[in-house]
């Protein structure tokens, strides 16, 4: 959801690449890659994100939870609030 989030913030022109260019980048120099737990696990984790209306932040939440609790890289202030494992 998180890489769709930056394409939609590329097409409002908030974000300078494309979210496929910044993948590419990001994943060469980190060996980030895209997780692969299924969008219908993700789905449901999100139903339980209550604390806010974007559908974007409830799934890339849901998401750090499904996985584990894993570390998210927001700098999202909101998100930080609710996830205590959010890191800018």
């Known amino acids: 959801m998180a890489f769709l989030e930056l394409e939609y913030l590329h097409e409002l022109g908030r974000t300078k690449f494309p979210a496929r260019d910044l993948l590419k980048k990001v994943s060469h120099e980190t060996n980030l890659t895209?997780?692969?737990i299924?969008?219908?696990?993700?789905?449901s984790a999100a139903l339980d994100e209550k604390?806010?209306?974007?559908?974007?932040d409830r799934l890339?939440?849901?998401?750090?939870?499904?996985n584990g609790f894993a570390w998210l890289i927001s700098?999202?202030?909101e998100i930080a609030r609710h996830y205590p494992r959010t890191v800018w």
């Open 75 to 77: 700098a999202d202030e």
């Open 38 to 43: 299924p969008f219908p696990a993700i789905a």
């Open 60 to 66: 890339i939440v849901a998401n750090a939870k499904a």
């Open 51 to 56: 604390w806010t209306r974007d559908l974007f």
């Open 34 to 36: 895209l997780c692969e």
